[in-house]
């Protein structure tokens, strides 16, 4: 009896040594790959870096209103090395779906494919949150400015309220191309968007009742040309 | 094809007469109710030329009421008047783009006419005596002057726009001391007038048409003859709080797109000359008493403390550090230098030509800015006699002078020179 459990467990033993000895050659392509894409990645990473720096992408951004000035984490203070991070992590990625092909050309077919088709609402959603977020940084500096000039105290609240209106509406339809969430996050979006103009109904209704009042009866209580006597501007 | 759209028998007319030595065009949206009040003006002041000026006035009223109060209304005299609905935009516009667009207009039929000078009345007809449309269309006549600008007898708080930026800034960067380029009212030559006027295959509707204050540094830079004459008094519209930032817009985006296209003349310019000035200047009776600043202050300390973020993408740190210092100073004694004031001006004529940011909230954000300048200087020149306010306007443009090298440095390495 114990030479039959002994066949049987040397059996086991060498079936799977040589299943691993298979799998081998497998893992030395993965890491090779990782390595080469490594590599590449890094090439390409500090040539874009390099070229976005001399154009002044940074600076560019920020004047655009697509960046604000200060920012906590150091990652997300410079767009060039957000840039150029993702397409170092990006090259890598590729190196690796090449490298699984090695163990089942199949298996990395079909899981390639996939990730193909959903490339696209990737980009689509890349794309709504770079138009979302240009929109959104105009709108604010649009409300902030006319705020200013009609002399309204919340000017900055009204444009920040604006701001983040677009945005959770752009993230919302980000969210809605990725197919992330569904119900649940546009349940979220309602609840979220509906808060937001609630908050600043009763921020500029309720919270600052008395000055808004004061405000509106002192504007409401002067004429156009009592305002300006006796300067003629044009 | 603008002619086609005059009445016929007043084109019968003008074919009689073959043509006019003299254009007037009466423009602006107000004029028409009030054109009965010109004819006498105008006959009166063309009485006063020589003899033999053909004359074609044309006017946005209705081409029969108008010729119902003439004692002449066949132009069988020296002067045919011409009812020109074209004169008034069919869509609604805003009164810049109005003006331009009359402007532009009465350019292409004083063309058209062969007219050896145009006179462009845009102020309101209450004011409109026979010396202002005389003094306009003499020097042009007589003297062969190209460009002949108006001295408008104004009190101190008249005309700011044009006191604060427009007059000083011209005069620094062109170096000709015209005390409204920008019109409205104005007499032009025909020599002049070519400019304005597209020829060749392109139809005389979609000819340039340059705004006011192109007409004085288009001149300049033409080497054109420019003078200016005392005209008078002119009403000056009132402008409420909600619209003054859309006239800045509209008033200083075209003169800062005029600067922009003429910095190779500019650049070259050294100091201001004075140009030929006729008539003498008219009293105002200054019965203006107290003023009150406090909401233009509030505008600017509001702007101080919410805008910050879009002055520091056009305004050095220098500049900024010192318009924070002025906003928590007391109303009573809050003061711009005019040295402050002009590398403001000078700056945002930059970030316009850089296009820092969209150039329409550029030039509202620079509303608060203004709005504290006009507080500044009504606080000074609150109880202050018009000598004093013209040796003080005087000095203000003495510092835009002054600070022009500063624009220069800024506008030819924006990059390296940020003070």
Same mark, same amino acid.
Request: charged share 20%.
């Given at each position: ?5 002994? *066949? ?20 030395? !392509? ?5 390595? #080469? ?26 004047? /655009? ?24 992590? =990006? ?38 949150? @770079? ?8 709108? !604010? ?7 200013? &000039? ?80 006796? %300067?003629?501007?044009? | ?36 009040? $010109?004819?006498?003006?105008? &006959? ?22 108008? +010729? ?9 005299g020296s002067s045919l008047w011409i009812g020109y609905p074209g004169l008034t935009p069919n869509q609604p516009v805003s009164p810049a783009q ?18 050896? $000078?145009?006179?462009?009345? !845009? +102020? ?13 269309? *003499? ?15 104004? &009190?101190?708080?008249?005309? @700011? ?13 062109? =170096?000709?001391? #015209?005390? &409204? ?10 020599? @002049? ?117 879009? /002055? ?5 740190? !220098? ?14 004694? %809050? ?37 504290? /300048?006009t507080a500044s200087y009504a606080l000074e020149m609150e109880t202050a006699v018009p000598a004093v306010v013209e040796q003080r306007l005087e000095r203000l443009c003495l510092a835009y002078e002054a600070g022009k090298t500063y624009f220069l440095s800024r506008w030819r /390495?924006?990059?390296? %020179?940020?003070?």
């Amino acid at each position: 009896m114990w030479d039959q459990v002994s *066949q049987v467990l040397n059996r086991a033993t060498v079936r799977v040594v040589s299943e691993v000895v298979n799998l081998l050659p497998g893992i030395v !392509a993965l890491i090779m790959a990782l390595v #080469i894409s490594a590599i590449v990645g890094g090439i390409l990473a500090f040539t874009l870096r390099r070229s976005l720096r001399s154009i002044d992408f940074d600076e560019r951004l920020r004047r /655009w209103g697509w960046f604000p000035g200060t920012v906590d984490t150091r990652m997300f203070r410079s767009p060039t090395l957000v840039a150029s991070r993702v397409v170092f992590w =990006g090259i890598v990625l590729i190196g690796f779906l090449i490298g699984i092909a090695a163990f089942d050309a199949a298996l990395t077919s079909q899981f390639v494919s996939s990730l193909l088709a959903y490339l696209p609402n990737v980009i689509a959603a890349v794309l709504v949150l @770079l138009v979302g977020n240009l929109i959104a940084q105009f709108l !604010a500096r649009s409300v902030l400015i006319g705020a200013v &000039n009609m002399n309204l105290q919340y000017a900055r609240l009204l444009s920040q309220g604006v701001k983040w209106l677009v945005l959770v509406l752009t993230v919302a339809m980000a969210l809605e191309h990725l197919s992330i969430g569904g119900d649940i996050v546009r349940m979220a979006f309602g609840i979220l968007f509906g808060g937001i103009v609630l908050a600043l109904a009763l921020a500029v209704g309720l919270g600052s009742k008395e000055l808004v009042s004061r405000s509106l009866e002192k504007e409401s209580s002067r004429t156009p040309t009592e305002v300006e006597e006796p %300067f003629r501007h044009l | 094809m603008e002619l086609e759209v005059i009445p016929q028998e007043a084109r019968q007319r003008l074919d009689q007469i073959g043509g006019a030595d003299l254009v007037i065009g009466i423009i602006g949206a107000e004029s028409a109710p009030k054109i009965g009040s $010109a004819i006498e003006p105008v &006959n009166r002041a063309l009485a006063s030329l020589s003899a033999g000026v053909k004359t074609v006035v044309f006017h946005n009223a209705s081409h029969d009421e108008v +010729s119902a109060q003439l004692h002449d209304p066949e132009g069988n005299g020296s002067s045919l008047w011409i009812g020109y609905p074209g004169l008034t935009p069919n869509q609604p516009v805003s009164p810049a783009q109005s003006i331009v667009e009359a402007y532009r207009t009465v350019f292409t039929l004083s063309d058209g006419l062969k007219a050896r $000078a145009c006179v462009l009345i !845009a +102020s309101d007809l209450e004011t409109v005596t026979a010396q202002w449309i005389s003094r306009l269309v *003499q020097p042009i006549l007589e003297r062969k002057f190209d460009l002949v600008a108006p001295c408008y007898a104004r &009190n101190k708080f008249e005309g @700011l726009i044009n006191s604060a930026i427009i007059s000083p800034l011209i005069r620094s960067l062109y =170096g000709r001391r #015209i005390q &409204n380029p920008m019109g409205p009212d104005c007499g032009i030559s025909a020599a @002049l007038l070519q400019r304005f006027v597209d020829h060749g295959s392109s139809p005389p509707s979609s000819g340039r048409a340059r705004p006011p204050m192109s007409i004085a540094t288009d001149a300049i830079c033409g080497s054109f003859q420019i003078c200016q004459a005392y005209v008078g008094r002119r009403f000056y519209s009132s402008t409420d709080s909600m619209n003054l930032s859309s006239v800045i817009t509209e008033v200083l985006g075209p003169l800062f797109l005029d600067i922009e296209r003429n910095a190779a003349f500019w650049q070259r310019v050294r100091g201001s000359q004075p140009i030929p000035t006729f008539g003498d200047p008219l009293p105002v009776a200054e019965e203006i008493g107290t003023v009150d600043v406090r909401r233009m202050i509030e505008s600017f300390q509001l702007g101080s403390e919410n805008l910050q973020e879009i /002055w520091g993408l056009v305004l050095p740190p !220098a500049t900024l550090f010192e318009l924070k210092k002025l906003a928590r100073v007391a109303p009573d004694r %809050f003061r711009i230098p005019d040295e402050l004031w002009a590398r403001i001006v000078y700056d945002f004529t930059l970030a316009h030509r850089l296009r820092i940011i969209n150039r329409d909230h550029l030039l509202r954000a620079m509303t608060p800015l203004y709005l504290g /300048w006009t507080a500044s200087y009504a606080l000074e020149m609150e109880t202050a006699v018009p000598a004093v306010v013209e040796q003080r306007l005087e000095r203000l443009c003495l510092a835009y002078e002054a600070g022009k090298t500063y624009f220069l440095s800024r506008w030819r /390495w924006p990059d390296r %020179f940020n003070p």
